[in-house]
């Protein structure tokens, strides 16, 4: 591709990611031809290749640092693998497509090496205004991070970057969970609190200024020439952050305030509200489903509701003959600022867990001692010293380290406030039904009037919904009349929800893909169980020690606390992430079993789960696949059979003990791979439905083709979590429904002989 790098790239953890403006895509006109070049490894001569002209932005990452001669606005050749933006196929989980889609960005690629990107030396073209402006707001903001990056250490950096440049690359994880866990993350996010500081700071100015001139007071209305002052700066502000979607929205809300001012029309604010959410909304409708916009619109009502109430407090204050700094001053401010941050914290809770599904009770204590910090000390000398880094770097640099004073102490404070138990907690997804009735709920409580006959019986009503929907959603499972086998999208991994008649809720493993940064139990797993409303777990089954099996379950044991675990060796160990589970079992207090050979795990009305070998009992590794655990659930007249990642040689000894393996589902053996693809075994189980749990990028590996071929040539249906998403199977007396996440649509194999349900003549969409 050629194009423009659009935007400063932005590195942490060793991997960096840019966005490019690309004009032309080039293809091979011959597709044997060499990608070898001597100089320019990556590239060869474009006069062989065809060219698609096409102008997008493309998200490219990369490992490694990005070439640091190539600044933004410069052209450039980039060669990678591209690919839509993709998120994990299991509800409830982060959608990742739809994020970059409110950045206009719909396609992403991975360049291999640092070799594979080339500065082109073209001559200077004319741009766009609204492209040349953003181009120098990016190297302004690269400018601006580099200087931070010399000046300060990478904690205090990276949380400086955060508010003044929108880049939170260089946060480490665990200050970003520090930030998460007292309620305060919003702070380090470019958005309305530093944009009406900013305007609060620089209106402030300008007054002084504008009253120190008896010719601008004489001629012009003081108030409405402060707002045009200020507007440009915030212009300029929003250009140094990256005009991203939370910068955009608060300048728009900004914008229509002071655009209020000028127009005498200030004291309405619902109006203002509404006109400024309708703008957003006409720029880009499907910003009204994204987390940050409800969030941004539920703060801003709720400190609506209460700003009769702060402006008495100020008013009397005001009015008070006192010394300003007198005690009952400083306790009327603190209490009209806890106001702010609770009504914010109050407004925005059901949206929180509806999206994240957790919640701080500090976060309005959190927030007036580290907002001031931030925003009052640190943000005020960053953006002061900017203008400097050019002129005088030494000042600039002497700012930025008393600035960082603030960070330093708002990361101490969130550290420490982080650690109390009751710093935070994760809920289930709230329905839209209890999201309606809280806030109607609230509007009773702030907003309605005291004598109202229908007050009372209004707010008995919504607190008695709010408190039984919990209880008769876990009477609903309970008594569901089917029970459910969900086989979830971990990427390359596996994990089985089974929710048993009675309301039991057991797990069969959780493990996926691993990074510092990413926990496929906290960030897959975890909230689809919050979204089917279980904040519990029953049991737990690690089938053997594979990460892919169980590398997000330590996470899993923390929140949803099993009563039992079953694993398949005593003592594990030999990993940091095998060391964690162990640790989160002994923390939770959970029974560890080592199950025998058909051992019952659990057991309800209708069905029964149970070990159907001992492989694990016997010689070997702990990691070996072939001690994995083989489990077989018989429901309603049918049966699930899971035999971890056991290879040819375990299927062999299984089918030497003659052991009764028929099932209606199999979970593939080892992700569908050739190791596990025994003719034997399979016509063995000889299964109506293949589940295979396999990641989107070693296709043909996991699955490999002679396995799906050999499955086929017997009859299976095969659903591979990597195409179809989260498979669930409703297990009920007279046959299976079936539910894909990505087609979101259901497939019934229904048939009156259970005996007899290879027969799929019957089936219907």
Known sequence: MSGRLLASPETGTGRTKFLLLADHFFFPADQSLSFKTGDQPGFSSLIQWRSLPLKTKILLRMDGIFPPSISPGAPMLARAVLSRPDRYGTPGSFNYPAYLAAKSVYLQGWVKSESHILELRLNPSTLPVHLWLSIQAEKLRQRINTFLQERLPVTTAGLYMAILTGDRSMLSQAVQENFKKTGVM???????????????????????????????????????????????????????????????????????????????????LPTHISIAALVILLVNPWLL?????????????????????ITSIVSSTKSSTTFFFSADHVINWVYSAFLVSAAACLATLPLLLYHFNRFSPISPVTTLLVEPLICF????????????????????????????????????????????????????????????????????????????????????????????????????RAHQGCEKVSFLDVGQGSSAVLEMEGGEVVVIDGGGPYSERFNVGEAVIAPYLWKKRIDRIDQLVVSHLDGDHYNGLPFIIKQFKPEKVWLNDPVPGGSMVADNLMQAIREIGCTLIVPDQNEIISQSSISTLRNVADLHLGAG?????????????????????????????????????DLNLKADVLLAPHHGSITSGSED?????????????????????????????????????????????????????????????????????????????TDHHSTRL
Not at 289 to 309: D, E, H, K, M, N
Not at 709 to 720: D, Q, T, V
Request: hydrophobic content about 45%; some cysteine.
């Open 621 to 657: 590794y702990p990691e070996d696949n072939n001690r994995s655990l083989v489990l077989k659930l018989s429901s309603n007249d049918h049966s699930f059979l899971f035999p971890g990642d056991i290879e040819n040689k375990a299927g062999e000894q299984l089918l030497r003990r």
């Open 681 to 757: 075994f399979a016509e063995a189980v000889s299964p109506d439905c293949l589940v295979i749990s396999a990641g989107k990028y070693r296709r043909k590996t996991f699955p490999a083709p002679e396995v799906t071929a050999l499955y086929r040539a017997l009859g299976s249906r095969i659903f591979n979590t990597a195409s179809r998403g989260t498979i669930i199977f409703k297990v009920r007396k007279g046959g299976l429904e079936i539910e894909t996440f990505t087609t979101d649509k259901q497939e019934r194999v229904f048939n009156p002989a259970p005996d007899h349900l």
């Open 377 to 476: 000390w640190s943000l005020i000398f960053g953006l002061i010293s900017i203008p400097f880094i050019y002129v005088a770097p030494e000042l600039a640099g002497l700012l930025v380290k008393i600035g960082s004073l603030g960070m330093k102490g708002a990361d101490l404070i969130t550290a420490v406030l982080a650690e109390l138990p009751f710093a935070d907690f994760r809920l289930t997804t709230p329905s839209p039904l209890e999201i309606g009735v809280y806030y109607l709920l609230l509007a009773a409580l702030i907003r309605g009037r005291p004598h109202t006959w229908y007050r009372k019986p209004l707010i008995w009503l919504s607190v008695a919904i709010l408190v039984l929907t919990p209880w008769y959603n876990k009477y609903r």
């Open 289 to 309: 489903y994204s987390a940050s916009f409800q969030l941004s619109f539920g703060a801003v009502i709720g400190i609506t509701a209460v700003l009769p109430r």
């Open 186 to 268: 919003h702070i380090l996010a470019i958005s309305g609190i530093h944009m009406g500081l900013l305007a609060l700071c620089c209106a402030l100015v300008f007054t002084f200024l504008v009253k120190r001139s008896e010719h601008l007071l004489l001629r012009h209305h003081a108030k409405k020439l402060v707002c045009l002052l200020t507007m440009p700066v915030l212009l300029s502000y929003a250009l140094i952050a990256g005009f991203n979607p939370p910068v955009v929205r608060a300048l728009i809300m900004t914008t229509i305030f002071f655009l209020a001012i000028l127009n005498d029309r200030q004291h309405h």
